[in-house]
């Protein structure tokens, strides 16, 4: 399984962000596998950047591209007073959330700006005019089940035969974490069309036959 070299590591670690460092590089070895089909990379929640720097270099490495898709208001969670909430990423002249600066630093800053495309929008919006097929695609949105459901069911079908359907935060047991994600993941496996590839954590890397 393909490594991020020190450097890519590095700036993982020091990005912000929600990716431990075990299931990130789970990420990076499925996102290169992946990238071998020579198609898009896509990543839905990108928040401050920390997952899309390991998606990004593996684009580069394989020459195709990273495409990551937030509309960088923050999840549920992540608002004033909630769990999540990080006041240093709110926009203080509109008083909401705004990681898009952040995010663009972090990729400044691993020098891998030219490898990704950011749209920033909301998830089911940009899959409705993504006509497009992707090698990959990385599920790490919104964690309710309106979110979880609409990037399974927006994204799910452009995944290509071969390519990988990777999910973020699937806890079998709802007493390690919120149950959409692991909805979804089993909904991709009792449809048919996606295999098990590997369970690092809570990430979940399933292949589309
Ligand atoms: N992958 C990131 C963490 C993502 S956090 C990391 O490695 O750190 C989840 C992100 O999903 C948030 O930034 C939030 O704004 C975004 N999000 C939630 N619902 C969304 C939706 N419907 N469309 C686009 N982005 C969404
Ligand atoms: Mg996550």
Redesign the pocket.
Known sequence: MSEPSPEILAAFEAAK???PVGEGLALYGAAAEAAKLGLPLL??????G???ILLADAARRAGTVAVT???????EE?QPGWEYHDPTVVDPEVGLMD?LPTFRRTLRKAGLEEHVIAVV????QVAKVWAGQLGFVFV???HTDE?AV?DYEGWAPKVAPGGLLVI?DVFPNPEDGGQAPYRIYLRALESGDFEEVSVTDSLRVLRRR
């Open positions: 962000g929600f990716m990543e839905v929640g990108t928040y401050c920390r997952s899309t898709v937030d509309h960088h208001r923050g999840s992540q990681t929008g909301r998830s089911p790490d949105g919104g979110h609409n973020h």
